[in-house]
């Protein structure tokens, strides 16, 4: 650990973070020192917390939303989890029966922390409750026994997993809209189950409330405070025990979504699942004439802003930390597609160039919050793009959360659909979720007239080696994709730019590769700089799980003062795309500093 990577990274975090930290951290070891004290201490607080009536009026949206989410999320896996079988995150784990579930087991091979954190979502318990079934309730019972039998307080690393604020908060959204649709379904627990789940429900709710994630803040603080929202939803008379939720629920709102409508940490998916936590926060119908015209007016930008940077195949593009599966597609929350055209989400920094089945959409903007860009990617620049309605260019995924080679290489920007330079990063990442010094991305103006959709950008997350970066794409809608990348500075033989193609598509080489499906045959050609053969790659649309893909490799040539390269991707008639003007182009880009 040097002292000015060290630096780099802390300088920005806010005064609401830095306390929080000293905070948490003593609460940590206290639960550790006197686990005694600190459940007692627990115990009162939710003592002093009213129970909750899982058949309040509120909970019916909150539970069929839920229920939606975690049916569209599960499906695939209920009948095995039903049976012991536990899958998260592309691992699974067989514990015999819901029994037999270890909940401090160690997942080989898989991420284990992130692993125990979806168990302890409990969001499988559902569909389970939803059915109204005695068997299926007898499941959610048990793994509500065994969860707080096996995870005290002094237990090494329960304050991270099972317990963590974002666990819980998960946990208490999916037990109490379980238990609304039990009920519902005419299913009935016996009192003493009852007051089991109950009761759990009530120490998260006090444990959430003590332990708010004001250190992270963004998705995860939203995540607490909804929490805290549905559950006061289902209290007696209305009466809400917590006088910071107003207030600080609001401002939370204001902290993870932009002006535009885009989430502050640059994520679709993370989006994706701050638009259901507003949505949730709706549903509540708490202080509505306070949050509800503030919540509305979020929510509608949201699901624009969604639209924007979701594909025609109706989901999200896969920029920074983002994968299929953690939620429902995204076109179950989208209403119309967006007009073809130019969309600029100016604040969140991407651009969709809209041509109806051909859809290029680009990364010009930051890498995410500078209090916290857990969740950056160094894809500056970079680009995802459908041709025909089917993806084409892909970004390449997530593969991991825990430190090591898997996340550094998911995170490189050697590994996105952007011009780089290798063996050096635009961002200063270290362990999972840090980052030290940071590059940020710009649009420019000026190219319109150089294709009928058309976008160009640069970055300065090379400028400590001297060397600037920028990039246009044109889009000619049922004809092909130009992108021209130049270096500024002295990037030699380091200079190059990646193209990662699903491999759905099926690849042919020669002087000109072409990829095809039964949708299109796109053929690439290089007017400037050389052009690699196709190679076997990876991506992971979802999380961990690695897919083939074929990759292609430009080298730039060189002009005076830098390097170049141009490459053009044709489908259709292609006439217009081979007319366009490169060398042109690339001039404007290096008067635009």
């Given at each position: ?10 300088r ?12 948490r ?5 206290l ?35 839920v ?34 579930v ?32 005695d ?37 208490l ?20 189950e009852?007051?089991l ?26 995540k ?11 209290l ?23 002006g ?28 509505p ?6 919540l ?53 920094g ?35 793009a ?6 084409f ?12 080679p ?10 996105h ?12 990442f270290?362990?999972?979720f ?94 400037a ?21 074929h ?8 002009f ?5 390269a141009?490459?053009r991707?044709?489908w ?10 490169v ?6 880009l290096?008067?635009c500093?």
């Amino acid at each position: 650990m040097s002292v000015g990577r060290l630096w780099r990274t802390v300088r920005h975090l806010n005064a609401d973070q830095w306390r929080t930290r000293l905070t948490r951290r003593g609460g940590h070891a206290l639960a550790r020192l006197a686990p005694d004290a600190w459940a007692g201490r627990l115990q009162r607080r939710a003592g002093r917390l009213a129970l909750p009536d899982p058949a309040a009026a509120a909970l019916a949206g909150i539970a069929d939303q839920v229920l939606a989410d975690q049916s569209a999320v599960h499906g695939d896996h209920l009948d095995a989890m039903a049976a012991g079988r536990f899958t998260f995150v592309g691992h699974t784990e067989d514990f015999g029966a819901p029994g037999g579930v270890e909940w401090r087991r160690e997942a080989a091979g898989a991420n284990t922390l992130l692993w125990r954190l979806n168990l302890g979502y409990m969001s499988y318990v559902v569909p389970w409750l939803a059915s109204g079934d005695d068997e299926d309730a007898a499941r959610a019972v048990t793994m509500v026994r065994s969860l707080e039998a096996q995870n005290p307080w002094h237990a090494a690393g329960v304050l991270r997993d099972i317990w963590n604020p974002y666990t819980a908060s998960h946990r208490l959204i999916n037990l109490l809209a379980g238990l609304h649709l039990h009920g519902r379904a005419g299913g009935v627990l016996a009192d003493d189950e009852n007051m089991l789940i109950h009761d759990h429900l009530r120490k998260c709710a006090a444990y959430i409330a003590g332990n708010l994630e004001k250190d992270l803040q963004f998705n995860h603080l939203l995540k607490n405070y909804t929490a805290l929202a549905v559950y006061a939803a289902a209290l007696p008379n209305g009466a809400v025990p917590w006088a910071f939720l107003e207030p600080e629920t609001m401002a939370s709102v204001r902290q993870n979504f932009l002006g535009d409508g885009g989430h502050a940490e640059r994520s679709p998916m993370y989006h994706l699942l701050g638009l259901r936590d507003l949505r949730l926060l709706r549903g509540s119908a708490l202080f509505p004439d306070r949050w509800g015209p503030m919540l509305d007016e979020a929510i509608a930008k949201a699901v624009s802003a969604l639209t924007l940077m979701s594909h025609p195949d109706g989901d999200i593009a896969l920029f920074n930390d983002s994968w299929f599966g953690e939620a429902p597609p995204a076109s179950t929350l989208i209403n119309t597609p967006p007009p073809a055209g130019r969309h600029d989400l100016a604040e969140t920094g991407y651009v969709r160039l809209d041509g109806g089945a051909d859809v290029v959409i680009v990364d010009a903007g930051p890498c995410g919050p500078d209090e916290n860009p857990a969740h950056a990617h160094a894809d500056f620049l970079s680009l995802e793009a459908s041709i025909r309605g089917q993806r084409f260019l892909v970004d390449p995924g997530t593969a991991a959360y825990a430190p090591g080679p898997l996340r550094d290489r998911c995170r490189s920007a050697a590994q996105h659909n952007g011009p780089h330079v290798a063996g050096a990063e635009p961002i200063e990442f270290w362990h999972s979720f840090r980052v030290g010094r940071r590059g940020r991305a710009r649009t420019l103006p000026g190219f319109d007239d150089m294709s009928p959709l058309a976008v160009a950008g640069s970055h300065d997350g090379y400028s400590p080696l001297g060397i600037e970066v920028s990039r246009f794409v044109g889009l000619w809608p049922d004809q092909g994709i130009v992108i021209v990348d130049c270096w500024r500075g002295h990037a030699g033989e380091c200079a190059a730019t990646r193209f990662l193609v699903p491999a759905a598509w099926r690849a042919g080489g020669g002087e000109e590769p072409t990829f095809k499906t039964d949708q299109a045959t796109v053929r690439v050609m290089a007017d400037a700089g050389t052009l690699g053969a196709i190679a076997a790659a990876q991506w992971w649309p979802r999380f961990g799980e690695a897919s083939p893909a074929h990759e292609m490799v430009v080298r730039p040539e060189t002009f005076d003062g830098g390097q170049w390269a141009a490459v053009r991707f044709f489908w259709g008639d292609g006439s217009d795309v081979a007319a366009a003007d490169v060398a042109a182009i690339r001039d404007r880009l290096i008067a635009c500093r």
